[in-house]
């Protein structure tokens, strides 16, 4: 069975600075990615997603993730912060073969120092 | 509109009542999920359902049950709600499309006293 972990469960960061959200999942089989974000008082909406191909995948706002296969990792990064970035981000993992459900890291909570 | 529509948005009830939360979607999937959010948890997966004759427990269903009504519309019910049960739960959809990602809705904040 696969499972996803994320190990900081809160990451402040001054505005403008740059910030990295870790991941590292476990599978027996190959599978897909994903960052979803989710603001205040709202669902989650997706972030970025690796499917096969070009490792470093871009998303909304900025984002990008690099999918590492032998690090069994799938890392978020921003060059430079802003405000509104202030969220919960959550990790997630899908198998390739049967995708019947997404499974959920435990999730990071990115607060924005002005 | 919203895609996916949760109601309602809170609700507050008495340990050992029965509550229904109910989800509808208009993207036309077939995939359907709930999930449960609580602090330093993340979601974890109460039920999924492929299509309205095909039901499967996720990960944590004890003391939950769901209905699938039709393809747009998927119910979670708490049959003796539990004071462990206050947290916010997620309806999700999803397309057969392997590397679908899901869709959802605003949640639901339920806390029973």
């Known amino acids: 069975a696969q499972s996803v972990t994320q190990l900081d469960s809160q990451v402040p960061v001054f505005e403008e600075a740059p910030v990295e959200l870790r991941c590292n999942y476990s599978?027996?089989?190959?599978?897909?990615l994903f960052w979803y974000v989710q603001y205040p008082n709202q669902g989650l909406q997706l972030l970025l997603k690796?499917?096969?191909?070009?490792?470093l995948v871009k998303g909304i706002n900025g984002f990008e993730a690099e999918f590492n296969k032998s690090q069994t990792s799938f890392h978020l990064r921003k060059p430079s912060v802003h405000i509104s970035d202030t969220a919960e981000y959550f990790c997630a993992v899908s198998e390739y073969s049967s995708a019947s459900k997404i499974i959920f890291g435990s999730g990071t909570r990115l607060s924005i120092r002005p | 509109d919203a895609d996916v529509t949760q109601t309602p948005r809170n609700r507050i009830t008495k340990t050992g009542k029965r509550i229904m939360l109910e989800c509808s979607q208009t993207?036309?999937?077939?995939?359907m999920y709930w999930y449960r959010q609580d602090p330093g948890l993340g979601l974890r997966l109460i039920y999924y359902?492929?299509?309205?004759?095909?039901?499967n427990k996720g990960e944590i269903s004890d003391g939950y049950s769901v209905s699938r009504q039709a393809q747009a519309k998927f119910s979670l019910s708490l049959e003796s709600a539990i004071p462990n049960q206050t947290a916010l739960y997620f309806c999700a959809t999803r397309s057969e499309t392997r590397e679908a990602e899901a869709f959802f809705g605003q949640g639901t904040r339920l806390t029973v006293v």
């Open positions: 599978s027996s089989v190959s599978v897909y």
């Open positions: 690796y499917l096969s191909g070009s490792t």
């Open positions: 359902s492929f299509d309205v004759k095909d039901i």
């Open positions: 993207k036309g999937h077939d995939r």
